[in-house]
């Protein structure tokens, strides 16, 4: 059962490049949530996916697009890379179809460095 | 949204119970309470989630006070693998009802040998 899975694991770009981070779940979830994490930091909300087929912004999408491709996966893409993007990235989902019980699930991350 | 207060850090001996605190006086009556933790920079696990009553489940408890505007998650045996930081989530609902969990910094649980 491999839950949510993101790729790359790690990445490092120069500034200006672009790239975009993969994220994949196959637990049938509604929704699905991009998060990112800085040093000593809590986890800030980046997009979200309440459903397939909508996307939204959330705490910090500034600098991010994001593509909800089909109910599995949900790509987040930095169109050109800038220095304050270093962070580790979270993919998570949770079955949440407007309910209000359920939790969701993570995955291990993806540790991007631009320099 | 309303907003949690956590203590930033916590020391418990191992085999001890960790009671966690959290604070969230701004709660509606709507909303529930979520714990999480992250250990080692891995991706959040969830832990339980509660509205008013005390939840209760194979990882830990949580007691949500008669007024709600307090929480505390408790770790009944605590082992050193329990060493993370513990975030407590008051969680927001959009019009579309997307599940966002908005975190804070979390208290950063260690157990001591």
Redesign the interface.
Same mark, same amino acid.
């Given at each position: 059962n491999a839950g949510?899975t993101q790729t790359p694991k790690f990445q490092v770009l120069k500034t200006g490049q672009s790239m975009t981070l993969q994220c994949a779940q196959d637990m049938n979830h509604n929704?699905m949530?991009w998060?990112r994490?800085d040093p000593?930091?809590?986890?800030?909300?980046i997009y979200?996916s309440?459903s397939e087929g909508?996307t939204?912004k959330?705490?910090v999408p500034n600098g991010y697009n994001v593509s909800r491709l089909n109910k599995r996966e949900f790509s987040l893409r930095l169109e050109s890379a800038a220095p304050s993007q270093t962070s580790?990235y979270?993919c998570?989902s949770?079955e949440?179809?407007?309910?209000?019980?359920?939790?969701?699930?993570?995955?291990?991350?993806t540790r991007l460095t631009v320099v | 949204d309303a907003k949690t207060t956590q203590p930033p850090s916590m020391d418990c001996a191992e085999g001890r119970a960790a009671n966690l605190p959290c604070n969230h006086s701004t709660i509606s009556g709507?909303e529930?309470v979520?714990w999480?933790r992250q250990i080692h920079? #891995?991706?959040? #696990?969830?832990i339980i989630?509660g509205l008013k009553n005390n939840e209760t489940n194979e990882m830990a408890s949580l007691i949500i006070t008669e007024d709600r505007k307090s929480s505390t998650l408790i770790l009944p045996h605590a082992t050193l693998r329990d060493t993370a930081v513990y975030?407590c989530i008051v969680?927001v609902?959009?019009q579309?009802?997307?599940?966002?969990?908005?975190?804070?910094?979390?208290t950063r649980l260690t157990i001591i040998p």
């Open positions: 949510v929704s949530y998060y994490q000593g930091m809590g986890l800030r909300l979200y309440a909508t939204d959330g705490e580790v979270f998570a949770s949440d179809p407007g309910g209000w019980m359920a939790e969701a699930f993570f995955g291990q991350g | 709507n529930y979520y999480y920079s #891995q991706g959040p #696990q969830y989630h975030y969680r609902a959009d579309t009802g997307a599940n966002n969990l908005f975190f804070g910094t979390g």
